[in-house]
């Protein structure tokens, strides 16, 4: 006979928090949270007293809950909504350099590598990890223009258990000869992933976790042709979108010497069919007002990548005037524009550049939680399957300790759970993730002893 308790497959019980609005942060104390066999989140339960808890179970196994202590608690995965793959290679290395000769540099040549499948593997293999390990447990990558290595960055994540939207990279123009398609190859080649994704997906005996997602690297690299052809494939497929804009002055001088038919850099993807509510555009650092307008009303969304910025030098985007704008924003590390795979230092880093550009409107920790986790779910378009704790929602979750051997937090008699949290915000890293959860289930890394499994 079907009962609640054998629905459930896991139970938390202890502090959970969670962004319930950009301006409230929820600390739930004595919660109970059930996960069903399809990670999604089934029950939640507020403020049970320890010797009420067994009640409040109505039959779980005791195996199952997961008792946490006072120096931990469970938030959500973080949502990473502009990361490169491949660029985990030479994440560090660079930042003396402007965007378009980082380019030149460092990534063309080392994406060019990519043509071999075992070398893709390999490094993939590390990227996603370490992506993982740092509790993003929801990711846009890019990765290459290179059919098979793209297909293997799929076969990685899905071995990890990543959440993902993973994009085949577009370029027929102004790219160096050996990094560079034919217009009829990169649509061909595009078309071909996406049938490869959907084709793995349909296999699969649980809600599928990767998604493919339209990706020009940026409009100088594609003709007006292929960006057609782009919004194209996007309708047919009904497929995400995702690629910069206005990162760097130079660049932007450069895109409308290009389209010089188009009104702004912005209305570049508007005219191509590239830019509606399913698009996540990365930077969005010198956008005239017309451009925000032109984003409001296609309802697109922009990745804040902070660190990226300040490194690559390309300037300091207004988060303020976005959110005043009700555009989505989420928070991006732009690896390896940005020197790391963690969204805790891309959130260090946004309020950092929001001190710098305005001392009277910085951004709280309220709103930089919420831009890690729901306003990434926004941004991506998953705010109803991920983000938070709502009941319904698939359980993306990292528990975290701040009394982990080696934490890099200190923790003191006078800490409570707000100011643990905070610290871990601002103090913690990847030691502090103990566990890391993808739509219900433990992700088990590379090296991990136990394999991923759906029950």
């Known amino acids: 006979m079907k009962t609640f308790a054998n629905t459930i497959a896991r139970v938390f019980y202890g502090t959970l928090i969670h962004s319930v609005s950009i301006t409230q942060v929820e600390f739930i104390k004595q919660g109970l949270l059930f996960i069903d066999h399809q990670g999604r989140i089934a029950k939640l339960l507020k403020n049970v007293d320890q010797d009420k808890v067994q009640a409040a179970l109505e039959g779980v196994e005791d195996d199952k809950v997961v008792y946490l202590n006072d120096d931990q608690f469970v938030i959500p995965g973080f949502v990473d909504t502009h990361i490169h793959a491949p660029q985990h290679a030479f994440c560090g290395n660079g930042h003396d350099l402007p965007l378009l000769q980082w380019l030149d540099t460092y990534t063309f040549p080392c994406e060019s590598k990519f043509a071999n499948r075992d070398h893709a593997r390999k490094l993939y293999t590390k990227s996603v990890s370490r992506s993982l390990r740092n509790g993003t447990t929801t990711a846009s990558w890019f990765a ?50 996406v049938e490869y994704v959907n084709g793995v997906n349909a296999k699969l005996d649980h809600k599928p976790l990767v998604t493919p997602i339209i990706t020009p690297r940026f409009a100088i690299s594609c003709t007006s042709e292929l960006l057609t052809e782009l919004g194209k494939l996007a309708k047919e497929y009904d497929l995400p979108i995702q690629s910069h804009l206005c990162e760097n002055l130079n660049e932007i001088d450069f895109t409308m ?69 009700d555009i989505k924003v989420g928070l991006g590390t732009d690896v390896a524009g940005g020197y790391s795979p963690s969204i805790l230092e891309a959130l260090r880093a946004s309020r950092s550049v929001s001190v710098a550009r305005d001392l009277d409107t910085t951004l709280l920790v309220s709103e930089l939680f919420y831009l890690a986790t729901m306003g990434g779910a926004r941004v991506m378009e998953l705010q109803d399957t991920i983000g938070n704790f709502e009941v319904g929602k698939e359980f993306d979750a990292i528990l975290v300790n701040t009394a982990v051997d080696n934490s890099p937090i200190d923790i003191y008699d006078h800490d409570d759970i707000e100011t643990k949290f905070e610290k871990y915000l601002f103090v913690g890293d990847d030691r502090n993730n103990e566990k890391i959860y993808v739509q219900g289930r433990e992700v088990r890394l590379p090296g991990a002893t136990v394999a991923v499994s759906h029950k």
């Not at 994009?167 to 992933?193: C, H, I, Y």
Request: glycine share 4%; charged share 25%.
């Open 257 to 325: 010497s290009l389209f010089p038919k188009s009104a702004n850099y912005t209305a570049v993807y508007a005219d191509h069919g590239l830019l509606n509510d399913r698009t996540i555009m990365a930077h969005c650092v010198h956008m005239k007002d017309e451009e925000l307008d032109l984003m409001k009303e296609k309802n697109a969304g922009i990745s804040h990548c902070a660190n990226s910025n300040l490194n690559l030098k390309s300037g300091l985007a207004d988060v303020r005037k976005i959110l005043s704008k």
């Open 144 to 193: 290459t223009i290179h059919l098979e290595a793209c297909k293997e960055l799929v076969n990685i994540i899905q071995e990890q258990g990543q959440r993902a939207y993973v994009g085949k990279v577009n370029m027929n123009q102004n790219s160096p000869d050996f990094l560079v398609e034919t217009t009829e190859d990169s649509v061909r080649d595009t078309r071909a992933f």
